[in-house]
């Protein structure tokens, strides 16, 4: 079986999925020969990916999974483990800077913990996404591209946030700006079965159905200059409209591709009762979309990162927590969003 795994973005909150990776993959034995990520879903793919499929590929991929928790709770100790602040803020972006942070410190991480001939040579279908602010596009990269350490970098450039990177003929930030859950990237590399993890709280609706939205609601106090004297900045827009905008993606991305599985499962189902030129022309249909249906497992945290879910807040304590949560929505799938 070609079993696929896909992490989705969410920065800090990546710590949910190693708990998740901890029960699916050490504790149920679940072995996985496509991976796709974007954002901190790319780092953790990518560290993963380095697991060798040959020999025994599910021990090796255990064996990573344990080091990414260890890397995950030993080597960030802080915001400072991942990024650091670029002097003059706000006032820097209007003198010219490409962003509010340097992400120096992660370069360095990948640079310690990634070994570009291990990614190559593991065996693994491994690609992580980015979208082009030349083209507009997303796209994908695997580690056969040159420079691939530098396009992953890429795929956790939140514009604005983190520096864009000019590869010289291209400028690349996060792939989640389009597609924060690469689904369909998944599906096309041909997976039998498909484990998606997010990063954020999600709670299903009481008939078990996708929540409208899973951003955490605000009070207007919140948003009033007058409470506290505290004035409301640029920063605190730029990150509620990041954090809206994710949660309509990837609930869209989610959604669309559990409805092609229901139209392409009927579709099948239906193909058993035809015959002659009718069974014929269902099946060119399907074989003309290259759809065909998929088992899809999502899973999602039960509570908040922190009290404000902040992506960018490397507290080593919260990350502890995150870890033991995923691990613990993993190990029971009542608590999945999608079994």
Do not use: C
Not at 109 to 118: E, N
Not at 215 to 220: A, G, K, Q, T
Not at 330 to 338: G, K, Q, S, Y
Request: hydrophobic share 45%.
């Amino acid at each position: 079986m070609k079993r696929a795994l896909v992490l989705g973005g969410g920065g800090a909150r990546g710590a949910f999925q190693v708990g998740m990776l901890e029960e699916l993959v050490i504790r149920r034995g679940l072995d996985f020969q496509i991976l796709r990520g974007v954002s901190v879903g790319a780092l953790n793919a990518s560290f993963l990916a380095q697991a060798a499929t040959q020999g025994d590929s599910l021990a090796n991929l255990q064996a990573k999974v344990a080091e990414l928790k260890t890397l995950w709770l030993s080597a960030i100790e802080g915001n400072h483990s991942v990024y650091g602040h670029r002097a003059g803020g706000f006032a820097a972006l209007a003198a010219g800077a490409d962003s509010l942070y340097t992400v120096e410190p992660l370069k360095k991480l990948v640079k310690t913990h990634l070994d570009i001939k291990a990614l190559r040579t593991s065996g693994r279908d491994f690609a992580v996404g980015t979208v082009s602010l030349v083209s507009g596009r997303y796209q994908e990269w695997t580690p056969a591209e040159k420079d691939f350490l530098q396009k992953l970098i890429a795929s956790t450039a939140i514009p604005v946030v983190f520096p864009y990177v000019d590869t010289g003929d291209d400028v690349l930030v996060d792939g989640g700006v389009r597609d924060i859950t690469p689904l369909g990237s998944a599906f096309a590399a041909g997976a039998d079965e498909i484990y998606v993890l997010l990063t954020s709280r999600v709670i299903p609706e009481a008939d078990g159905s996708l929540p409208r939205s899973t951003v955490p609601e605000h009070s207007y106090r919140q948003w009033s200059d007058n409470w506290l004297g505290t004035r409301v900045g640029a920063l605190d827009v730029l990150k509620r409209v990041v954090e809206i905008l994710t949660d309509e993606i990837y609930l869209g991305d989610i959604r669309g591709a559990l409805e092609w599985n229901r139209i392409v499962a009927a579709a099948e189902k239906a193909l058993g009762g035809l015959r002659g030129s009718r069974k014929q022309a269902l099946e060119e249909a399907l074989a003309a979309i290259g759809k065909r249906s998929v088992p899809v497992h999502v899973l999602a945290p039960r509570v908040w990162y922190g009290t404000d879910n902040a992506s960018t807040n490397f507290d080593p304590q919260l990350i502890a927590q995150a870890v033991s949560h995923g691990r613990e929505v993993a190990a029971n799938p009542n608590l999945w969003l999608v079994r």
